[in-house]
């Protein structure tokens, strides 16, 4: 199973990106704790899926999900960093975590 290591490099412009679906956690803890829920169950997708215009042309992949996701937050200097450990495509990770934070955003490394 990869793990993704990630950072938010400005954890206030994540949550402040003027999403609909934007974290809402302060803490690296509550926000590895929400993508943590966004990757293992349905009901972020579910929400966004709701909002889109044509929810048959939305790519079947999407909706994955993996129970058995894990992630981690630590909080360095300004930056938050999440390590990811997902069993979802590349892609969905992007998709959630888009949804979550925006751009605001990196991903460091793949293992």
Same mark, same amino acid.
């Given at each position: 199973?990869?793990?993704?290591?990630? *950072?938010?490099?400005?954890?206030?412009?994540?949550? &402040? /990106?003027?999403? =609909?679906?934007?974290?809402?956690? +302060?803490?690296?803890?509550?926000? +590895?704790?929400?993508?943590? /829920?966004?990757?293992?169950?349905?009901?972020?997708? $579910?929400? %966004?899926? =709701? *909002? $889109?215009?044509?929810?048959?042309?939305?790519?079947?992949?999407? &909706? $994955?999900?993996?129970?058995?996701? *894990?992630?981690?937050?630590?909080?360095?200097?300004?930056?938050?960093?999440?390590?990811?450990? *997902? =069993?979802?495509? &590349?892609?969905?990770?992007?998709?959630?975590?888009?949804?979550?934070?925006? /751009? /605001? %955003?990196?991903?460091?490394?793949?293992?």
């Amino acid at each position: 199973m990869p793990t993704y290591l990630l *950072t938010l490099p400005d954890a206030e412009k994540a949550r &402040a /990106h003027g999403s =609909a679906f934007a974290f809402t956690s +302060a803490s690296p803890d509550g926000l +590895a704790a929400e993508l943590e /829920h966004a990757l293992r169950g349905d009901a972020l997708f $579910q929400r %966004w899926l =709701a *909002t $889109q215009d044509d929810p048959d042309a939305v790519p079947p992949a999407y &909706a $994955q999900v993996d129970p058995g996701a *894990t992630v981690t937050g630590n909080q360095r200097d300004l930056k938050v960093l999440l390590e990811a450990r *997902t =069993a979802l495509p &590349a892609e969905v990770l992007r998709h959630r975590l888009n949804l979550l934070a925006g /751009h /605001h %955003w990196t991903l460091n490394d793949v293992r």
